[in-house]
């Protein structure tokens, strides 16, 4: 045993001094065929170097980075390559030294490890002594210079996908920072702590915070361009080019960042591109913590759209979201009940109100306007009471059946007329809201594509469910039908529809085609009731041209109509619907794929890891409150960062249906968090938070910085949440009872996770 002992000894040691000595210490070779080596410069420090396959060279000479903050006037970069590089059976071990003053030295040790297609590092930085200030520090690589900040696609999940045309100017995503070649991003504005690079010839490279923590403070506010506190524990992701330097990209830690634009909020402004810091460190102090670990995703072969998806994959096997189970025959009855008590009735007309405080009884300006699809949904709303009249039969189910006939009927009484003189009336007086000098609904309802058509699909399912009960109304039938023969008049050559009409006309209020995914599942639907195949091929060339102009890219635009022809989810989310109804009416697998397609891009707004409330937050005053998983909850549009909502629910059973067509495990995955995580924040019995009654939900908050971290912008209730709340449970139970009741039920075991890309 002492032989063996010595042997192992010496090997070791002979192991050591080679990976001292030598020139290159190779940590292996990735699945693209490039080798990840350790390359000692001449200096006798060491860095680290990517190459040898059809991907850009990457490489970093000084991979031990810091920025050290004592005044704004004296800032310092200082960076080191290792000091010695150890090969182990687990990888590279490697150490830094960069000293500071003559009190303070830092010991950076990191540990490299490899995958078939990740390379990961898993860094601890020690500081020695004590000195005013800050520092972060980061992990930099650096792409080959051949290649241009044009050469590249960048994404970043929920506000950045290749084109930043749509992102909003100023946000995060937006034209500003890719014309001044930065994009540096808070990972607690992100879906997952993800941003990836795309190159021309296929190859990719995604860097990942593979054990994200995203603690922050109360005090932190973006207006607060430099703070230094221990507790902050959120990192940074991004790519930039300074001059005429090579492109950099990687992790900075805590989270600092450079930004032309807002860098949060709404990101719509037009203000000149100047640059500005926002910097975050850690003190520098003995024994402050501070580590992190990163990976490295590289690909080949892929498009963008490829990108999206893989690197998106890669990053959630790599979190693994949990499941936060919930009582979903509990939630549906709670929803239900709480539905058919916020409907209001004024002389005999009833409706579901646009907007309900959740907090205290005071009603809004616009308590009697009442709205189809989009945030209304007032035919939505009514659909869920008269499904859940099916079910039961008791004095219970009657009220809501009426409640829900009675919601059509008024709806349909005050918007007789097409083209519509708009998608929402006032409850008061019958009359289309704005026709009667009420105050400005900001043309919440104007007559967009996307709210009549929304709800009259729905309308249609509704009709065809109840004629197949022996219920007849035609009166239904009648009033889409007549908006579906408008309509398609207004379609123009090249297969797209604007986005809005002037009230009761056919004169064009908003020209951009890129909304025009909404009408198709309805003109697929109206050409099966009429066996007309003009409607079919309606849909057919307006899904084409959406396809030909943004989704062959991977980027889905304007699903949201206040904020116009912006990158968002629900564009994702609604093109998934139109794809997936052509594949229904026709089978070409086209359709399919470009339903994927979309399905990729819309699940990548999804939260799939936990952010924290701020540790010094007053749990009161927290519209997210402690304690609560916060994680599956989505991005709303990328003009908007940080900002979240659960609108994505609703696709519970179009995940679930992609998962059937495709045998593809991980959209059963994904339908499971939106069926099960994303009611959190509802109040039930014994968590009402501080809701003033059980069903209620406001409709969303923020997740950035710690000053607006768990707040929403507002406290009130909105028809859509419910109603995509419920569709999700019974959207899923009408398309596959026997799936509803797996996924409803908490396994015995872990839920499969997805196959590693």
Not at 159 to 180: I, K
Not at 398 to 405: P, V
Not at 643 to 658: G, H, I, N, Q, R
Not at 720 to 727: E, F, G, K, Q, R
Request: proline share 5%; net charge neutral.
């Amino acid at each position: 045993m002492f032989r063996k002992c010595v042997i192992f000894g010496l090997c070791l040691a002979v192991s050591t001094v080679f990976a001292q000595q030598g020139d290159r210490v190779e940590l292996g070779r990735l699945q693209t065929g490039a080798a990840v080596s350790f390359v000692r410069a001449g200096g006798g420090e060491w860095g680290i170097e990517i190459a040898g396959a059809p991907a850009p060279r990457i490489l970093q000479s000084k991979p031990a980075k810091l920025e050290i903050f004592n005044t704004e006037d004296d800032i310092r970069q200082l960076a080191s390559g290792y000091k010695t590089v150890t090969k182990s059976t687990a990888g590279i071990e490697a150490s830094a030294e960069i000293k500071y003053s003559d009190n303070v030295v830092f010991q950076v040790k990191d540990n490299w490890s490899l995958g078939s297609a990740v390379v990961s590092v898993s860094r601890k930085v020690e500081v020695t002594g004590n000195a005013p200030g800050g520092f972060y520090s980061s992990v930099i690589l650096t792409v080959d210079p051949s290649v241009s900040w044009t050469d590249v696609n960048c994404l970043a999940p929920g506000l950045l996908y290749g084109d930043p045309t749509y992102d909003g100017a100023g946000s995060p995503g937006g034209t500003q920072n890719y014309n001044a070649k930065c994009f540096m991003m808070r990972e607690d504005i992100l879906s997952a702590p993800l941003f990836a690079l795309s190159f021309k010839n296929g190859h990719s490279v995604a860097v990942l915070d593979a054990a994200p923590r995203g603690d922050t403070t109360v005090e932190e506010t973006p207006q607060r361009a430099v703070m230094t506190d221990a507790r902050f524990q959120f990192g940074a992701l991004g790519a930039w080019q300074t001059d005429n330097n090579p492109i950099e990209f990687g992790f900075l830690f805590p989270g600092t960042t450079r930004s032309a634009g807002g860098g949060f909020g709404r990101g719509r402004g037009t203000q000149p591109a100047t640059p500005r810091w926002t910097r975050r460190y850690h003190p520098i102090s003995q024994g402050v913590v501070h580590s992190y670990q990163v990976s490295f995703r590289f690909g080949q072969n892929e498009s963008f759209r490829d990108v999206t998806r893989n690197a998106w994959r890669w990053a959630w096997n790599t979190l693994n979201p949990p499941i936060i189970y919930i009582d979903v025959e509990q939630m549906r009855r709670i929803l239900t009940d709480h539905l058919v008590a916020q409907a209001n009735t004024i002389d005999g007309r009833t409706a579901m109100p646009f907007v309900i405080n959740t907090i205290t009884d005071e009603k809004q300006w616009n308590y009697t306007m009442t709205a189809m699809g989009f945030v209304g949904k007032n035919i939505e709303c009514a659909d869920q009471l008269l499904r859940e009249s099916d079910r039961d039969k008791t004095e219970r189910g009657q009220k809501m059946r009426q409640t829900g006939l009675a919601i059509i009927s008024s709806l349909i009484q005050a918007l007789p007329t097409v083209p519509l003189q708009g998608t929402g009336y006032n409850l008061a007086t019958g009359k289309p809201w704005g026709s009667t000098g009420e105050q400005s609904d900001n043309n919440w309802t104007a007559p967009w594509l996307r709210n009549a058509t929304e709800d009259m699909r729905v309308l249609m399912r509704a009709y065809r469910r109840e004629k197949a009960q022996g219920k007849e109304h035609p009166e239904w039938f009648n009033w889409v039908k007549q908006y579906v023969d408008w309509l398609i008049l207004q379609q123009r050559p090249d297969g797209s529809f604007p986005r809005r009409w002037e009230r009761g006309s056919s004169e064009v209020a908003e020209a951009a085609g890129t909304t025009s995914y909404n009408p198709v599942p309805l003109l697929v639907l109206m050409s099966d009731e009429t066996s007309d195949p003009k409607y079919k091929e309606s849909a057919i060339r307006a899904a084409e041209y959406v396809w030909a102009n943004w989704g062959n890219r991977g980027v889905f635009i304007g699903g949201a109509i206040d904020n116009p022809n912006i990158t968002d989810k629900e564009a994702g989310m609604l093109s998934l619907e139109a794809y997936l109804s052509l594949y229904d009416a026709t089978k070409e697998s086209k359709w399919l794929e470009h339903a994927q397609a979309a399905a990729n891009f819309a699940e990548s707004w999804i939260w799939i890891w936990q952010v924290p409330m701020p540790q010094d937050a007053n749990d009161s005053q927290l519209h997210w409150k402690k304690g609560v998983p916060a994680l599956g909850f989505q991005g709303i549009t990328a003009a908007v960062a940080g900002a979240v909502d659960e609108y994505l629910d609703w696709s519970v059973p179009s995940y679930t249906k992609l998962y059937k067509l495709t045998k593809d495990q991980h959209y059963l995955d994904v339908a499971r968090v939106l069926l099960h995580n994303t009611k959190q924040m509802v109040a039930l019995p014994g968590r009402q938070y501080d809701y003033k009654g059980i069903g209620w939900q406001q409709e969303g908050w923020s997740m950035s910085t710690g000053s607006r971290r768990g707040i929403g912008g507002h406290r009130f209730w909105l028809p859509w949440i419910s109603a995509n709340h419920l569709y999700g449970i019974t959207g899923l139970e009408e398309y596959d009872p026997a799936l509803f009741k797996m996924l409803c039920v908490k396994p015995a075991t872990p839920a499969a996770g997805t196959t590693a890309n």
